[in-house]
């Protein structure tokens, strides 16, 4: 019988160290790119792929990813395609939340109605990058494995801060380090000069292979993976299974971004505004899908805009932008003037009534009021931004907070639907 291939979609997290930007929403649904949401690109990599079956695992502020993925992704009865939401829940064997990424695929097992014959492709819901998983798939299937981890490659100098394995040139895996920092010992986890040699992209000196936190199991061997106790797939099942399981190496070498952090998050969608972007979502034949959101063009009264990312719905006023991603339903207001900053938009429009005035009961209005200067931010959705604001987090502590709006990683941000008034400067 054909395999089945099962993608699960890890969307259960906190996230902690994005937080604000994750205090109303769990990772996978953060902002990416103006209209997109994180996860977004690993549904996208599947259905690039020709692979429709999809569950996504949530548990941690779901509400936002349950409706945008239930707005974005319909599918006609002919194709037996879905992305289906599975959330923590209470059930006779037990009713405790997931305890890491294996134990939520755990508590699921009875919903995938796997044999032991099919495949399942683990994917995390945070990460940036662009993949074919076929021939990932065949070569698991060619060279006989029972699990295939996905690899991206890193020099020396970025190794320290992965979780690195050692590879053979038949791609099966011997060893597993988590971030070292010893040379000598990154120096023995360097791949083979003809392992380096069957990369598409050139790299100086040594390279390593680091986890992507991306499995492919044969259904089989992660049922029995998981009648452990183990919780984590990167730190206890993988690890465990090695001597025991034929445990093989997939070398991604194309560009792979994880958004564990707001410093990551910030420099990933500002690389974006970049003349040829590391990630491009132009590419025609390999499509980002998103939700339709039937908005009117951006409309420009007048802005000087310097390597900028537009979304639909915005409305521009004699403005000033360099270097910005701007979201769906922005509204930037005479005089200010923006670099460096992620701005996610807004959820609605205020409209006026007939005198021209806004209907939203005397309010700051949605979006970046006139004269503001704002350096190195992000502003996530429906904040609402004064008359003479001044926000850039320079020569300020990290953590630093006053009024709602917060400094992590060197970068400012004004949490969702946060108001700065009028005049409001953090010094």
């Known amino acids: 019988m054909r395999k089945r291939i099962i993608c699960v979609i890890m969307g259960g997290g906190r996230g902690s160290r994005l937080r604000p930007l994750t205090q109303q929403r769990c990772k996978p649904a953060v902002p990416l790119a103006g209209k997109y949401r994180l996860v977004d690109i690993p549904i996208s990599n599947c259905l690039n792929s020709g692979l429709n079956q999809i569950y996504v695992l949530s548990q941690f502020n779901t509400a936002s990813l349950h409706r945008h993925i239930q707005e974005s992704y319909k599918f006609d009865p002919f194709g037996g395609g879905f992305v289906d939401i599975l959330s923590a829940e209470q059930t006779e064997s037990g009713d405790t939340w997931y305890q890491g990424t294996a134990d939520a695929v755990r508590q699921n097992l009875m919903h995938f109605g796997a044999r032991d014959s099919d495949l399942f492709l683990i994917l995390s819901g945070d990460q940036l990058y662009r993949m074919d998983f076929n021939p990932m798939i065949r070569q698991h299937i ?190 930037i207001r005479e005089g200010s003037k923006l670099e460096n900053v992620v701005m996610m938009g807004a959820d609605s429009f205020e409209l006026e009534d007939e005198d021209g005035n806004l209907n939203n009961n005397g309010a700051v209005p949605v979006g970046v009021g006139k004269n503001c200067t704002i350096r190195n931010a992000i502003i996530d959705k429906n904040a609402r931004i004064g008359d003479g604001v001044h926000l850039d987090p320079s020569g300020l502590p990290d953590m630093y907070a006053k009024d709602g709006v917060i400094i992590r990683d060197g970068v400012l941000i004004v949490p969702k639907s946060v108001t700065v008034p009028t005049g409001f400067s953090l010094r």
């Open 142 to 331: 060619e060279g006989k494995a029972d699990i295939t981890v996905a690899a991206t490659t890193v020099s020396k100098d970025q190794a320290p801060a992965f979780g690195l394995m050692r590879v053979e040139d038949d791609f099966s895996i011997q060893e597993f380090v988590e971030k070292p920092e010893d040379p000598a010992l990154i120096d023995s986890l360097t791949i083979s000069e003809k392992l380096q040699g069957s990369l598409t992209q050139e790299h100086d000196g040594g390279v390593c292979l680091a986890s992507m936190g991306l499995y492919l199991f044969n259904a089989g061997v992660l049922r029995e993976a998981l009648a452990s106790n183990d919780a984590d797939f990167g730190k206890e099942i993988i690890p465990n299974l090695l001597g025991q399981k034929k445990l093989d190496s997939y070398i991604f070498d194309g560009y792979w971004e994880d958004i564990g952090t707001v410093a990551a998050f910030f420099e990933a969608n500002l690389r974006l505004t970049d003349t040829v972007p590391p990630f491009n979502f132009f590419d025609q034949e390999n499509r980002i899908y998103s939700r339709a959101r039937f908005l009117p063009a951006s409309k420009i009264n007048g802005a000087s805009i310097e390597r900028a990312v537009l979304a639909d719905g915005c409305i521009l006023s004699h403005c000033s932008l360099n270097r910005v991603v701007i979201g769906i339903r922005s509204m």
